[in-house]
């Protein structure tokens, strides 16, 4: 099966379900990731003198070594403002991404969800955007048959000390990935292609903190017990 993941910035693929993606991957499905932005306004710019346009390249550059390391499918970028997804006209962030998830004509989307773990506002308008467009999809042909939301749970949360983290209820979470140890090292590649914020993830020990197993809510569904893939009774 065809999972697609859509996400604002580098790296969210990499803080997140990176070990998921490894493990889909592993098991035959076709992975694909659409990130919206390349990601030049993060702050880590100023360590390096860079402009956002200069910091985007370079970010650009760090993902097509995580394309290699996950061994994805296939992956796009685009160049929509970072950190300014709020001040754009939403049709025609839902434009790209309807425009793109035809394309690709993936079973199942991911992306955030509402609460957007960090809370960061580009966060919360890609899960809207994703959203609205599965909505407006879902009734045509070949339309994605499911759409999740990665997220953390309130237990993964907790153990991180370094940022705050919104969760999804143990209610709310519908499916648990359980990963291995190839899909862990792979998920912590995947973070060290990310050179330019190599101190941020030293410091913080994230690689450390990756949890084995990665979390899904499923949109307008709910599950108990638990699905154990997001491709599980489609």
Do not use: W
């Not at 997140?16 to 993060?42: C, D």
């Not at 580009?122 to 599965?134: F, G, M, P, R």
């Not at 909505?135 to 990665?150: G, V």
């Amino acid at each position: 099966m065809k999972v697609l993941y859509i996400f604002p910035h580098p790296d969210d693929e990499s803080f997140g379900p990176a070990t998921a993606m490894s493990k889909q991957i592993r098991e035959g499905h076709e992975v694909y990731l659409l990130t919206l932005t390349k990601g030049g306004a993060t702050k880590q710019r100023f360590k390096y003198n860079f402009s956002i346009d200069e910091m985007g390249e370079v970010r650009f550059k760090e993902m097509l070594n995580v394309k290699k390391v996950l061994n994805l499918t296939g992956m796009e970028i685009l160049d929509l403002p970072d950190s300014g997804l709020k001040e754009m006209d939403p049709a025609e962030i839902e434009g790209v991404i309807e425009e793109h998830i035809i394309k690709v004509k993936p079973d199942v989307i991911v992306t955030y969800p509402v609460h957007g773990i960090s809370g960061f506002h580009d966060h919360l308008v890609t899960h809207s955007a994703v959203k609205n467009v599965y909505c407006k999809l879902r009734d045509k042909e070949a339309s994605p048959k499911r759409l999740a939301f990665y997220t953390v749970s309130k237990e993964s949360a907790d153990k991180q000390m370094h940022f705050k983290l919104s969760f999804s209820t143990d209610a709310e979470i519908d499916c648990i990935e359980h990963t291995n140890e190839e899909d862990l090292k792979n998920a912590r590649a995947a973070l060290d292609c990310y050179v330019t914020f190599k101190d941020t993830i030293d410091a913080t020990g994230i690689k450390e903190q990756i949890p084995r197993d990665s979390a899904f809510e499923i949109f307008q569904k709910s599950y108990d017990p638990k699905l154990n893939s997001i491709f599980e009774k489609l």
